[in-house]
C-alpha cells in the first residue's frame, strides 16, 4: 500500500473486534516486556564511520560545524545521530504493526508551532527522516532522548524513570482513547496553547507555569517578521540578508559572477516551480510576493552540512516580508532498515509524511526538484522559516516539567501515529496495564549508555585527528 493510504497494516477494514484481536495476539510473538531489552549487535558498525558516511554527500565546509555540535554533549551527539539509532532499532522486537514514522522523534523535535487559523499548538517538527515503519521505533526514539537530558540535568535514575513512564503511559493511553473513537475524530485531534496551559496549571508549580507562559508569548513573537528584523538589513536602499558567516552566507557573498548568476536563477525557479506542489489558493498567495535575496544558512545539528537555503520574498511592500526555508531532502535513515520510499522525490516523502502526521501544517510547505551546478539532482523540501516556533530549553527544566513535557509529547506521537497505523490494534497490544512503561524505561536507560560511548567515540575520533570539528554558535 502506497504511504500515507489507509493503514499501512491492511486492516483498515477489519472490524474493531477483528483488530484487536490482532493486537492481543501480537503480544504471544512479541512479548511487551521483550522491548526493555537493548543489546549492541555483535558486528555493530562504527558509529564514527555511520557519521562520516553521512557527511559525504554535505557541503565540505560546513561538515566541521556538525561534528563540531555533536561532540559537544551526548544530548547533541544523540540528534545528529538518527541513522545509527535506526541501525540499532532494525534488531529490536516488534509488535509487526506500523505507522507513518517522524524517523528522528527526539524531545527537541517536539515544539509550539502556529496553525493556518492562527493559533498557538503543539506538534511534531521535524520530518527529515519520516517513512512508514515500526510505531516502537519513535516512541523508543523519544523516551531515549529524555533519559539522556535528565542525565545532563542530574536527575536521579528513579526520577528518569518516572519521566519515562509517564511519557509512555499517555502515548498508551491516548492511543487507546483514540481506539475508540472515529476517523474523523482521530483526524481533528490537535493540542493548542490553551490545552498546554491547563496542564502546565495541573502539573507544574508557580514557577514552572511562568516558564511555559513565557514560552507561549515567546512563540508568537518568532515570526517572519521576527526573522526579518534578524536577519536582514538595508543595503542601499534594498533588503539584503545579513553576511553572518559561516551560519548565514548571502549568496553574493558565496560565488563569482556568473556561479552567482546561475543559482539565483536555479533558486528563482525552484520557488516558481515549488508552487505547483501547493494547493491553488496558497500557490496564488505565493505569487503575490516577489523573490528579493538568497542566502545559505546552517540550521540544527544533525542536519548540518546538507543544502539549506533562505529566501526572502517582498509582497505589498517592502514591510510585507515572506521567508522561505527550502531545505535539501535525501533518502530517510529508515529507508534502508524498511525499505525506499513510495515517492521518487525525497521532498516529496518529506512533505507528504508531515502532511499525514501533523494535526496542521504550514501553508506554504511545498517540495521541488533541482539541478546544481556540479550537474547533481537534488531534492528539497519548502516552508516558512518562522511561524510561531517555540522549543523547549532542556538546562532550566525541572523534573515535574519534563514530566509534564513528556506527556505532552507521548499524547501528540500517539495522535501522529493513530492518523496512519492501525490504532486499534496497537490500543488492544499496549493494554491497560503499565508493562510496556516499565520496558522502555529500562530500554531508555540501555540505549542511552550506547549513546554516551558513541560520543565518546567521536570525541576521540576528533581528538586524534580522524575527523575535523569547528566550533560555531
Known amino acids: 500500500m502506497a504511504e500515507g493510504s489507509g493503514t499501512p497494516d491492511g486492516t483498515a477494514h477489519l472490524s474493531p473486534r477483528e483488530r484487536a484481536d490482532l493486537g492481543r495476539a501480537a503480544r504471544k510473538r512479541t512479548p511487551r516486556s521483550s522491548h526493555a531489552v537493548y543489546e549492541a549487535a555483535p558486528a555493530r558498525r562504527d558509529p564514527v564511520i555511520v557519521v562520516e558516511e553521512q557527511s559525504a554527500s554535505r557541503v565540505p565546509e560546513l561538515v566541521p560545524i556538525r561534528y563540531g555540535r555533536m561532540t559537544e554533549s551526548p544530548f547533541r551527539f544523540y540528534r545528529g545521530a538518527a541513522a545509527i539509532m535506526a541501525a540499532d532499532l532494525a534488531a529490536t522486537p516488534r509488535s509487526?504493526?506500523?505507522a507513518q514514522l517522524c524517523g528522528d522523534a527526539h524531545m527537541l523535535n517536539f515544539r509550539l508551532l502556529a496553525s493556518p487559523e492562527r493559533r498557538l499548538v503543539f506538534d511534531i517538527n521535524d520530518f527529515d527522516e519520516t517513512?512508514?515503519?515500526?510505531?516502537?521505533?519513535?516512541?523508543?526514539?523519544?523516551?531515549?532522548?529524555?533519559v539522556i537530558a535528565g542525565r545532563e540535568n542530574g536527575y536521579p535514575q528513579g526520577v528518569?524513570?518516572?519521566?519515562?513512564?509517564?511519557?509512555?503511559?499517555?502515548?498508551?493511553?491516548?492511543?487507546?482513547l483514540f481506539a475508540g473513537q472515529g476517523?474523523?475524530?482521530v483526524w481533528y485531534a490537535r493540542a493548542d496553547a490553551d490545552q498546554l496551559k491547563v496542564l502546565g496549571d495541573r502539573r507544574l508549580d508557580k514557577r514552572g507555569r511562568g516558564r511555559l507562559s513565557k514560552a507561549l508569548s515567546k512563540a508568537r513573537t518568532k515570526d517572519n517578521l521576527q526573522a526579518f528584523g534578524k536577519l536582514t538589513h538595508v543595503v542601499r536602499g534594498e533588503r539584503r540578508f545579513v553576511y553572518d558567516p559561516p551560519l548565514v552566507v548571502p549568496i553574493e557573498n558565496m560565488l563569482p559572477g556568473a556561479?552567482?548568476?546561475?543559482?539565483?536563477?536555479?533558486?528563482?525557479?525552484?520557488?516558481?516551480?515549488y508552487a505547483e506542489s501547493l494547493s491553488t489558493d496558497r500557490a496564488h498567495l505565493l505569487r503575490q510576493y516577489r523573490v528579493v535575496d538568497m542566502a545559505r544558512k546552517v540550521v540544527g545539528v544533525g542536519s548540518v552540512g546538507t543544502r539549506c537555503w533562505i529566501i526572502l520574498l517582498l509582497g505589498r511592500d517592502d514591510e510585507d516580508p515572506l521567508i522561505l526555508q527550502a531545505k535539501q531532502a535525501d533518502d530517510?535513515?529508515?529507508?534502508e532498515h524498511v525499505g525506499a520510499s513510495a515517492y521518487d522525490n525525497q521532498g516529496q516523502r518529506v512533505v507528504a509524511g508531515q502532511r499525514l502526521m501533523q494535526a496542521v501544517s504550514d501553508i506554504f510547505l511545498g517540495w521541488d526538484r533541482v539541478i546544481g551546478l556540479d550537474g547533481?539532482?537534488?531534492?528539497?523540501?519548502?516552508?516558512?522559516?518562522?511561524?510561531?516556533?517555540?522549543?523547549?530549553?532542556?538546562?532550566i527544566m525541572v523534573p515535574d516539567g519534563m514530566r509534564a513535557?513528556?506527556?505532552?509529547?507521548?499524547?501528540?506521537?500517539?495522535?501522529?501515529?493513530?492518523?496512519?497505523?492501525?490504532?486499534?490494534?496497537?490500543?488492544?497490544?499496549?493494554?491497560?496495564?503499565?508493562?510496556?512503561?516499565?520496558?522502555?524505561?529500562?530500554?531508555?536507560?540501555?540505549?542511552a549508555d550506547q549513546n554516551e560511548s558513541d560520543h565518546r567515540a567521536l570525541v576521540q575520533a576528533v581528538e586524534t585527528g580522524r575527523v575535523r570539528a569547528e566550533d560555531a554558535a
Open 332 to 335: 530517510s535513515v529508515l529507508a
Open 160 to 176: 528518569r524513570a518516572d519521566i519515562v513512564r509517564a511519557t509512555v503511559r499517555s502515548y498508551r493511553e491516548r492511543t487507546r
Open 259 to 273: 556561479e552567482r548568476d546561475e543559482i539565483e536563477r536555479q533558486l528563482r525557479e525552484l520557488v516558481r516551480q
Open 405 to 447: 513535557f513528556g506527556e505532552v509529547c507521548g499524547a501528540t506521537l500517539a495522535r501522529a501515529h493513530a492518523r496512519s497505523g492501525d490504532r486499534i490494534a496497537v490500543a488492544a497490544y499496549l493494554g491497560g496495564g503499565d508493562t510496556f512503561d516499565r520496558a522502555l524505561a529500562e530500554f531508555g536507560e540501555s540505549y
Open 183 to 185: 476517523n474523523l475524530d
Open 96 to 98: 509487526g504493526f506500523t
Open 131 to 146: 517513512l512508514p515503519g515500526p510505531w516502537e521505533w519513535d516512541v523508543k526514539r523519544l523516551v531515549t532522548s529524555l
Open 376 to 395: 547533481e539532482q537534488r531534492d528539497f523540501y519548502v516552508r516558512q522559516l518562522h511561524d510561531w516556533k517555540g522549543i523547549v530549553e532542556l538546562q
